[in-house]
């Protein structure tokens, strides 16, 4: 048997590590002297031992991994597992995905930031969202109010109402006409009408910019994110939206509150927006 300095050393792993181990049941000496205290541990152990290494390799929790090693799975049981940490993992690349992009993109904003007052636009992971919605073709942008007050009287026989949002289907500025969705965001299902239609907003990631003031002046804001996007290199991955605060409005000299999302795609290798 081999003291637990010649086990560390042959397995590469820290005296601490191995005592560690002991102390939460993962790996014990083989014999523990009584008189010196001196642990032992048999060379059959440093097979077990690569097991536990191997599966902290692939992410699993000292927890998890304890009870994997103390339960006599099958093949399928195991396979199950592996997928399930694979999916996991999937999540956690794509999260560090979205965060180095939030951090390219204040790098890049940096050195701007002193010399304009360009808003600046963050990456967004935006939650599904129950909304009803009516959709119409409009001929001026102040025609969104009747959208919103048709929404409102057929929420209000249901005793709901709720936030304000709009989708752009096709807007002025690059569309002959303007085909707006007005949204109100609901906790939960009222029935339809031949007009208002209730369903869920998927969840996904946006390019999202805080637009402060007056309606006249948010094209500013826009310009400003699709010049960002289009420097990044993300595909549009729908129509763009705006969500409305209107917590905001009863401040007098705070303008409303417009939230603008780009939905985009991301993935390992941004391709380019669309214009």
Not at 24 to 34: A, E, N, S, Y
Not at 47 to 58: F, M, N, P, W
Not at 77 to 97: D, F, T
Request: hydrophobic residues 40%; aromatic residues 8%; glycine residues 6%.
């Amino acid at each position: 048997m081999l003291r637990i300095g010649d086990f560390a050393k042959l397995s590469q792993v820290t005296v601490k590590a191995l005592r560690f181990y002991e102390e939460i049941g993962l790996l014990k000496p083989t014999f523990v002297d009584p008189t010196t205290a001196y642990r032992y541990y048999s060379p059959h152990l440093l097979s077990h031992l690569r097991q536990i290494l191997a599966l902290k390799e692939l992410g699993f929790s000292l927890a998890e991994t304890s009870s994997l090693l103390q339960t006599d799975l099958s093949d399928e049981q195991m396979r199950g597992i592996m997928q399930r940490k694979r999916a996991e993992l999937s999540q956690r690349i794509a999260l560090a995905r979205v965060q180095l992009a939030q951090i390219d993109a204040w790098l890049q904003q940096l050195p701007a930031a002193a010399e304009t007052a360009e808003p600046p636009i963050v990456l967004k992971q935006t939650s599904s969202q129950l909304v009803a919605s009516v959709r119409a073709t409009i001929h001026k942008y102040e025609e969104t109010d009747e959208l919103f007050d048709e929404l409102q009287r057929h929420l209000r026989r249901y005793g709901r109402t709720g936030q304000r949002a709009t989708i752009w289907h096709a807007c002025a500025e690059r569309s002959d006409h303007i085909d707006c969705e007005a949204l109100i965001l609901v906790s939960d299902r009222v029935p339809e009408s031949r007009r208002v239609r209730v369903y869920e907003l998927p969840a996904g990631t946006a390019a999202s910019v805080i637009h402060q003031g007056d309606d006249e002046i948010i094209e500013q804001s826009y310009r400003v994110a699709r010049r960002w996007i289009k420097a990044q290199g993300y595909a549009l991955a729908g129509p763009n939206r705006e969500v409305y605060w209107p917590a905001a409005h009863a401040q007098a000299d705070v303008g409303g509150l417009t939230e603008i999302q780009f939905p985009i795609f991301i993935g390992p290798k941004p391709i380019a927006a669309g214009n």
